[in-house]
């Protein structure tokens, strides 16, 4: 399509639509043919391939973590990772949440929380390298020492979850496992939060292996329909969206 016909179609002034895709164009949504014509690329099938998967993720994962709430008696996460953050793309609440530590579409830190930490773990040697360089104190108990955070990392990799010792709220403990698609890539993590006196030390150890349990069987599933790994970029970068 022209410029003159794109605009007549959103109702723009032809100015005002040339400038538009411009920065389509810019951010390779769209791609300009030597006609002067305009056609989508494949960025936006990607996007629209990676918001499907979204929806498919918190479809299929909602039934298991409605289980291992009713199962644990805490609260359970659905995250993804952004860059160094993680994003809260599903929740399940159990009667006592923890007031004032996740929400829907929030961020925190990476390295901070469980779910988090079992994301990264999987990372590149590279990735992590420059990962270290940023890490933050939200509380005392927050890893920041690079040396220590990759050891945690490589015991993550080992044991297949990862732990929460109250490093992003004082008195809030976690545990979490990562989700693999069909390609053998890191797409999410699940995990329990709660308050340390119910979830302390020993309980931790006790709810390990069914929360990796669940992250596998989770994987299992989406292993069957999840997208090819040249999606995951576009599936990380638009976690709050999915």
């Known amino acids: 399509m022209g410029v003159s016909e794109i605009a007549a179609q959103i109702g723009m002034p032809k100015s005002g639509a040339h400038r538009l895709l411009q920065g389509l164009v810019a951010e390779h949504y769209v791609s300009r043919r030597s006609a002067g014509t305009y056609s989508v690329s494949i960025k936006l099938w990607e996007l629209g391939s990676a918001a499907l998967f979204g929806f498919d993720l918190r479809r299929k994962a909602d039934g298991v973590m409605e289980a291992l709430m009713e199962n644990t008696g805490e609260t359970v996460h659905l995250s993804v990772l952004d860059g160094y953050q993680v994003v809260y793309v599903h929740k399940v609440e159990n ?83 990562p989700i693999f698609d069909g390609t053998g890539a890191v797409i999410a993590a699940i995990g329990l939060s709660g308050a340390h006196d119910t979830l302390n030390e020993q309980r931790l150890g006790e709810l390990s292996e069914q929360v990796r349990q669940t992250a596998q069987d989770l994987s299992d599933d989406l292993g069957k329909s999840a997208p090819h790994a040249s999606l995951l970029g576009v599936i990380n970068r638009w976690g709050a969206l999915v």
């Not at 006592?96 to 929400?103: G, K, W």
């Not at 390295?111 to 933050?136: E, P, Y």
């Not at 040396?147 to 080992?158: D, N, T, V, Y």
């Open 95 to 177: 009667a006592h949440p923890v007031r004032s530590y996740s929400q829907i579409a929030g961020r925190v830190p990476a390295h901070c929380v469980a779910t988090g930490k079992a994301m990264i773990a999987f990372k590149t040697s590279g990735w992590l390298d420059h990962a270290v360089q940023q890490l933050v104190a939200a509380t005392p108990r927050t890893i920041t020492r690079p040396a220590a955070f990759l050891a945690e990392m490589q015991k993550i990799r080992s044991c297949g979850y990862a732990v929460n010792r109250g490093e992003w709220r004082t008195g809030v403990n976690g545990i979490a496992a």
